[in-house]
């Protein structure tokens, strides 16, 4: 099936630093979305981005928060800077259209360590 | 506020039975409920969903039972393999493209 890449797998920073999560979305996708996974808990949803634009954020996207794709390459999310908090796994996902029932494929995470 | 509900947060089963997972959910607005599955080290995968208007969907051994009165719905896996040892994520959407999902049932099958 369709596939969505993240890179890395991992990331240990330090707290305050900046740290980048990069998502490579299924090709023709034109919907991206990042959630948060802490450790045995749900999947929190952060953000939606279409055309170069936030359509919706939840109280999680903090301040600190960015999300960007430019020249149609990596959707990325940024964080700085970063925080004890932002330990997580965070999993990138695309669709195809908008709407309820659209299917959002996911990556297989980011692991990011704030220490 | 927890939106989308799951129980149990847990559930062993042998292989070859049925397992059960329940969910229940909040806000009205929600018409579209996918349930995504996922093992450890990868991102959750689509399994099967079911729309507001319908009362069950049927997927092979994968079934999911909605009762719109009463904001519940069920997930059963007849005839349980061990390759369905997985967590099951519930999820809601309305007509914009958050997904909410719930906290998850880890299913362990065992031979």
């Known amino acids: 099936g369709p596939k969505v890449l993240q890179i890395p797998s991992h990331q240990i920073i330090d707290m305050g630093q900046m740290v980048t999560l990069n998502c490579d979305p299924v090709?023709?996708?034109?919907?991206f979305y990042w959630y948060k996974q802490i450790l045995g808990q749900q999947m929190e949803f952060l953000v939606n981005?279409?055309?170069?634009?936030?359509?919706?954020k939840s109280k999680l996207f903090k301040d600190q928060f960015s999300v960007e794709r430019p020249d149609g390459s990596y959707f990325t999310l940024k964080i700085q800077p970063t925080a004890l908090e932002d330990s997580a796994v965070y999993f990138c996902?695309?669709?195809?259209?908008?709407?309820?029932?659209?299917?959002?494929?996911f990556g297989s995470g980011t692991r990011l360590t704030v220490l | 506020q927890q939106q989308v509900r799951q129980s149990p947060q847990s559930l062993t089963v042998w292989e070859g039975e049925t397992a059960i997972l329940n969910c229940s959910y909040e806000?009205?607005?929600?018409?579209?409920f996918p349930w995504y599955q996922q093992f450890p080290g990868e991102g959750p995968a689509l399994l099967i969903a079911?729309?507001?208007?319908?009362d069950k969907k049927e997927d092979g051994r994968f079934t999911i039972f909605f009762n719109k009165r009463e904001k519940k719905l069920s997930l059963h896996i007849t005839d349980s393999q061990p390759g369905d040892s997985a967590t099951y994520f519930c999820?809601?959407?309305?007509?914009?493209?958050?997904?909410?999902f719930g906290t998850g049932t880890r299913l362990q099958v065992l031979p």
């Open positions: 996902a695309s669709s195809l259209h908008w709407g309820s029932a659209e299917t959002l494929y």
């Open positions: 090709s023709n996708h034109l919907y």
């Open positions: 981005f279409y055309n170069g634009k936030v359509m919706e």
């Open positions: 806000n009205s607005a929600f018409d579209y």
């Open positions: 079911i729309r507001s208007v319908s």
């Open positions: 999820a809601a959407s309305t007509n914009t493209n958050k997904v909410v």
